[in-house]
């Protein structure tokens, strides 16, 4: 199968969306300019082309992009191109509304923006089968052709009545009987028993509680005609060019798919990256996502969107202060990155993204902006040697799912303050600034090579995911799970006695009393630190192997955390600084260690490969013991024992 | 008329919902084994059972159910029957669409949910008196039966069509003539008018503020259709069984019944209560809705439904405290509850509650809830015979009304932050706290047996309810009334002056120039006091008979306080502390006394009958002054002049 | 052409809305009793009488207002007649559902409220058309008659199917062809490219950002289509009466209507306004409502509408404070007001407003309310002559326009804190606060007679706006520009740079790297003050004339402020006092002088014609200092150098 690799060839691709036909033509060659000047190898191109290329039901103009096409190829620029299926032309909705998706409302979403198409459209798919396969007919034989980019970020749900239909479909397939739906979804519950598929709808709004399970499924349903749609798109350029990569751009940390499941289907994993400038945790969100992918990739990964400046969905939106745009890039490419990409080449003039900041600002040449990229292409052409392809090796996993993700999120919950996003970033963040590298995992994946596995949060677990933590454990590793873990089946059926027995036994809980959430503003007090979010009052068994406890309050002197062999258990979420020591004091006795021992604060260190990436997020000057001798592939200085770092600075050394 | 003494006969029962559609039939008999433990001696069943009982059109599935009636029964437990008429079986929804009850919006209410039926679908209508018929036929002999309970919660409203044809047939009962209604609606504002029957809408979306009548009759509309499918069903259910009483379940203190209509129309008036454990005056909130539920009955009542333990439904669900639903519990027998029953028994693995707490948790019979809800059965066992059926007498009484509820809750208000919830807060909890026994009464209800009658806010105050206040105070009665009190009639029409003349001539008040509503964390100096959330430019008569002043401000010695004989106007709201010492001085004045004099605070006494029952709402022991010589009944303790109270602890005394 | 000196006819008019059909007929007589007593003589009548003139479709019920009529023209009120249009009957609804208006979301807006009526309705115009035309030719002769009132705060829009066709035929006038508007709406962007007129839509919801161009074009046409339903009235009521003008109100500083371009189309600018009492900067907003109607109408203008007491549409609604209706009042007066009328005469006992206040409020006439408007009465009528139709003369003016303020709302945008209201409101208070009086002025408006020109904010100048400015500064003008202006031309298209090169150059800015907008909170350290809002990275030319720089951060060093000869940059929004000492130097610099030297904080001094008016909005009596000797107009007392006002106070001073 072709991967990342075949289009890198071992180069780091520097570029982004390139959206030519927003300007005049002879903007071209000065954009193309402007590209080599700084050292950008790859574009992506067609994203949102599909009125421009189809103007009208079955015409094709492809004149444009030949032109654009062979342009970049004369210059040495790669091409991603990519199927233009994320926003049809208005000629598609006023032909066809029934195309245009229905929220749980029932509220139309029509064109004039983008994403108006319902993933369960039959005309929809086959509009969109047909201008893939006439793309990919005409340009499989184009030399700058390296990458093939699906539709654009998948996000969206359909509760229409093909999508209902499909559903069905999709639920028939699982359950096989109306009665085994029954049973999954727990319709005794208020009377909602089916005595015909026929009777089945999506997710529509309901006077109270929807039936969770029904949501979950639902959920799956979403994610999964998203897929189908790839998939369909996928297989029609794969038959033109086996020999290309195929990939669709992920958004991080995104609720609406089940990104493992997608990753298997890609050649490239990629993700769009926009960090608030203004967050104080913006680099370890940045850390945590590139994480996230690179393991879904298992290896090196594309990041093929971020911002050189200021996004615009936010209420308030921050540029990037000087360098920042070079040490979060840097920092994409430490943590596996092969590609560093940006949504997009030149800022719009016009259209909804207009304030969204591109390579080359409205500025232009001289802002600086462009002057920032065109320095990074410079040092991202001077490591890509030594750094593209090569592996980030991670001792220790943290569990993430979907299915668990999704499941957890509904309405009928005990907290909305404990969602799955606040969860693993507050662990990850522990592991991340105690200098611990951390690959992420899914449950049933295999963790036999890891010292230590990390749960934040995974309220839903299937058997198998429960069988297999335990034969890790029983093989000699280490778990941490934090709380509300291993609740729900795969069904959101919740296991007896509140937590799965084989859990409880594993960490020695004997009864799950009752969960006690936490308010806004409101801490538990532990033996040693605060505790937030959640509680739990848990009778242990007596002979735990280590305990701390809960300190006054209604939960005074029953365990906080159990430890039971190598097995823990963390029944709150403890305060930032508790939580790193304790993982940090759990992951030393599992024989896991820092990258780099004694980091000032705000300084990152990571190994890809043999190379070290030291980066500092601060902006007053620091220095870093790094034992040893080393040449900084940025500097070419030699670098004996310790390097300087002024802000936002980087080190790229080879020993 | 059968009534509640006719299901407890001399007992208080003790259950909850039953749902053992929810569990494989094998569990039945643990379930059965595990009540009798827990002194469960009344269970309710069916109230989610339709689609079990009816899967397809016609149908009837009655074995199981035969087969549960027959294990309570062998066992001891009675079963209070519900019809299953809260949520309709899915198909009911697909082959009629037209049973789906719309929003303000348009949107649709689907299935998937509960409560998805239009009170006005005469498809709903047949359906659900077709299988009520067939339930009531087939159990009206069956020797478990104790109790009918009509559907659950009714709470739905409808906007749509058939609605809408419902709606104009009941203003035209009401109004005879479209000129009546255009009258009473004031439709000469806005160019309102109607010409036509057929041109009247229900109180749908519209551009700007709403006719305030036409909302108001609405609401009024809308409990009446409700009440409609009671009474349907509730005649069904009384011809096959006259000797046994009749309930539905009401929400607490909820905005969309008329409750003192409702419980004319019932044999027994219970309500589900979920006070928040976390909320500081969750014990005074409780109180109200129990004060509230017994004046409704006119004598005992059924708690239907109370949490165990977390309900699922607030943004964070906190379960209850060690010790606090046995002292909750208490309390609403105290305050006349013949029946503490629970949502749910077994709480559920599946569906949209399965968060919600049961009697038998997740932790199952180990768990600390049902063992405390077993120590629970065993007290009320032992109080019961003293305690069932006996009154719980008040000297003064509270009033309310829905419909001045619903008629001050208009959009184009003076002050959002002066709604009828807050208010009757504030004014029962002075008296709560002041330790003086409350009954809640109807404006129009005759109030010449109290000493006290206190009116929070009654916006719409009919001519009948005026003179009935009137009358009152001629007999000798203390009034005491605060702002925004008899400012509209029946038909929501502002009267004279702003307060009716003869609320006027009561009070003292020669004019009142403007209301000055506060912001929030806004107050208003008065002699003494702070006031809150209003205040007033009232002009007095000249010969008050007493009179608290504001000072300072705009208001600048104009009376905040107004008594004029017996009665007493309140234009603010006076902080709490000041609230609790103008009414505790106002209720001596009266002769009316606290139950017991001198309480700590946090205790709650309540005598019923000759049982006085104290309750300590704090974690640190007290002692309670008790003159003379009692016995408690829950331990069996002789006790003398003073009762020591634990965290949570309850005396149930006899003298 | 006929003008409000026609209606006026030297005198201030005094009245209200006056909606006799809500009230007997019988009290009509009072009514015009406590008229004469107040000095109102002017009324506005009919506004929302169509239902009743108009009870089913092509009746006409005119009995009523003949006698209304001639019962003020007896007492010698004049009547302002409205067209009864904002508000159709129940009937047209619903016979002809298409006349409602559907929503973004595509909800219906049902009658019951008001204004539910499509602007795009052939039918809604038909009948509205045929009303006016009947009322227009039988009270055409009427001596009562002074003035007309078309229809009442036209705000609606319309996403339906009969608007989208107008809205098609609006932009084929506009562009002539699809591909001039694909041009226009940078339709490239996300594929959005259009084939055919059919394809395009209102601003109907999407699923993600809506094309900025189409919701810009969409504002323009709503505001276009509103106001082809005046002119339609206006035409035909014109062609009845050429003599008498015709008016619309406005409400302040509304978003919906392009007022520059209405006001053209009418004879008289009127304007409803309500402070809120409680705003401690209402003062200040009325103040820049007045000026602004002011600048409309080019002279004096009417307050058609204010409020004696509270209204009820906000969530705390406050009463007037004794005194401050009459300041407020004499305020409007001071800036060009030649009418003091309010919604509305009698306050209501009905409907959705009855709890908006009257001038004569539920207390009648003892009320403190109306001995207030009496008071205000007698003294209108004591200056009227010195007064009504003098001009208030300026030497600024603010600039400000509808399609600017219209394209900056876009979605996605770089910050929703940075909004027109909101820097309106800072620059024109910095000038109030300084005692400067202000005109507003559109950007093509003619500046040359202007010693200053202020720009707050204009995201959007055509080119030809952009030359004038230069041309103003060419021609010796003082112009001062806030951020974020001259970005975007007429079709929101970002000018090249991020702002347009001959601004860039004026204000001596080289390159414009990055817009910083600034949280909630933050601020900006600049040499001697903080900015807030916003901030920006600015590469100035060398030869800066004068410049203020960022101090700290990430600008620091920057420019803030810019200096290049007469034409000033102002990069963030100075904090109140900072701007007001800038905008004072520019000024005074410019040979802008305040009305008068040395006021106290909180007086207000304007001049209109030779009377000058001195408001105090401080409740502590203050002294202020007015050189010269003057006649108090109100007192008829001489006035020697200084004046003392007290609370409220206001002088009326002649030379």
Redesign the interface.
């Known amino acids: 199968m072709p991967a990342l690799g075949d289009t890198t060839r071992g180069r780091i691709l520097f570029g982004g969306d390139y959206?030519p036909?927003?300007w005049p033509e002879e903007t071209w060659p000065e954009d193309v300019r402007l590209m080599k000047d700084a050292g950008v190898n790859s574009v992506t191109v067609g994203v949102?082309?599909?009125?421009?290329l189809e103007?009208?039901p079955g015409a094709r103009e492809f004149g444009w992009l030949d032109r654009l096409m062979d342009l970049l190829h004369a210059h040495g620029i790669g091409v991603v191109l990519a199927t233009?299926t994320a926003?049809?032309?208005?000629?598609l909705?006023?032909l066809h509304p029934e195309t245009l998706?229905r929220d749980a409302?029932?509220?139309?979403?029509?064109?004039?923006?983008?994403?108006?198409f319902s993933h369960s459209s039959a005309v929809y798919r086959r509009y969109a089968a047909a201008i893939t396969e006439d793309l990919a007919a005409r340009y499989a034989g184009h030399p700058a052709l390296t990458l093939w980019h699906i539709n654009n970020e998948y996000c969206?749900a359909d509760h229409g009545d093909e999508a209902a239909a499909r559903f069905r479909g999709w639920l028939r397939a699982k359950y096989r009987t109306i009665d085994a739906l029954n049973t999954a979804?727990?319709?005794?519950?208020?009377?909602?028993?089916?005595?015909?598929w026929?009777?089945?709808?999506p997710?529509?709004?309901?006077?109270?509680?929807?039936?969770?399970?029904?949501v979950l499924d639902f959920r799956r349903f979403t994610s999964d005609m998203l897929l189908e749609c790839f998939t369909a798109e996928r297989d029609i350029v794969r038959r033109h060019t086996p020999h290309l990569p195929v990939t669709t751009n992920f958004m991080p940390l995104f609720f609406g798919q089940d990104a493992w499941r997608w990753a298997e289907e890609e050649d490239v994993v990629s993700v769009d990256l926009y960090p608030d400038p203004?967050d104080p945790l913006g680099a370890q969100h940045g850390a945590l996502v590139q994480d996230l992918t690179r393991s879904q990739a298992g290896g090196p990964w594309m990041l093929m969107e971020q911002a050189a400046?200021?996004v615009?969905?936010r209420?308030?939106?921050?540029?990037r202060?000087?360098g920042l745009n070079r040490l979060w890039s840097l920092q994409a490419v430490a943590r596996g990155a092969d590609a560093v990409c940006y949504f997009q080449w030149r800022?719009?003039?016009?259209?909804?993204?207009?304030?969204?900041s591109g390579m080359v600002?409205?500025?232009?040449e001289?802002?600086?902006?462009y002057q920032e990229v065109r320095q990074l292409g410079a040092e991202l052409a001077r490591i890509g040697g030594e750094v593209a392809g090569r592996d980030v090796t991670a001792e220790v996993a943290v569990l993430h799912d979907w299915h668990a993700w999704w499941a957890a999120e509904?309405?009928?919950?005990?907290?909305?303050?404990a969602d799955q996003p606040t969860l693993l970033t507050a662990w990850h963040r522990a592991l991340w600034e105690e200098g611990i590298t951390t690959d992420f995992a899914h449950p049933e994946h295999d963790l036999s090579g890891r010292k230590l596995v990390v749960v934040p949060q995974l309220y839903l677990l299937t058997d198998a995911a429960i069988d297999n933590l335990r034969a890790y454990v029983d093989g000699g590793g280490t778990l941490v799970c934090g709380f509300l873990t291993g609740v729900a089946d795969e069904?959101?059926?919740?296991r007896?006695?509140?937590v799965d027995a084989r859990l409880r036994e594993l960490f020695g809980i004997r009864?799950?009393?009752?969960?006690?959430?936490?308010?806004?503003g409101e801490t538990v007090g532990c033996d040693g630190f605060d505790g937030t979010l959640w509680s739990e009052?848990i009778e242990p068994v007596d002979d735990l192997d280590e305990r701390i406890d809960y300190l006054g309050g209604?939960l005074d002197g029953l365990p906080a955390v159990l430890r039971q062999g190598r097995a823990w258990y963390v029944s709150t979420l403890p305060e930032p600084a508790a939580l790193r020591a304790l993982l940090g004091r759990i992951a030393a006795r599992a024989g896991v260690r820092p990258v780099l021992d004694g980091l000032p604060a705000g300084v990152e260190a990571v190994r890809r490969g043999e190379v070290l990436f030291v980066l500092h997020h601060g902006r007053e000057p620091v220095t870093v013991a790094v034992p040893g001798v080393h040449r900084d592939l940025l500097t070419g200085a030699v670098v004996r024992d310790e390097v300087r770092l002024g802000r936002f600075g980087v080190a790229v050394l080879t020993p």
Chains 1, 2, 3 share one sequence.
């Open positions: 959206n036909e927003q949102f082309s599909w009125a421009r103007p009208r233009p926003s049809p032309p208005p000629w909705g006023r998706p409302d029932g509220r139309v979403e029509w064109w004039g923006g983008r994403q108006h969206t979804w727990g319709t005794a519950f208020w009377s909602q028993g089916y005595d015909d026929t009777e089945v709808l997710a529509r709004h309901t006077h109270y509680l929807k039936n969770p399970a029904q203004r400046g200021a615009n969905w209420g308030v939106n921050h540029p202060p000087r800022q719009s003039r016009q259209g909804a993204e207009k304030f969204h600002s409205h500025a232009g001289r802002g600086r902006t509904q309405d009928g919950r005990l907290s909305r303050r069904d959101d059926r919740i007896p006695g509140g009864t799950l009393h009752e969960w006690w959430p936490l308010d806004e009052e209604e």
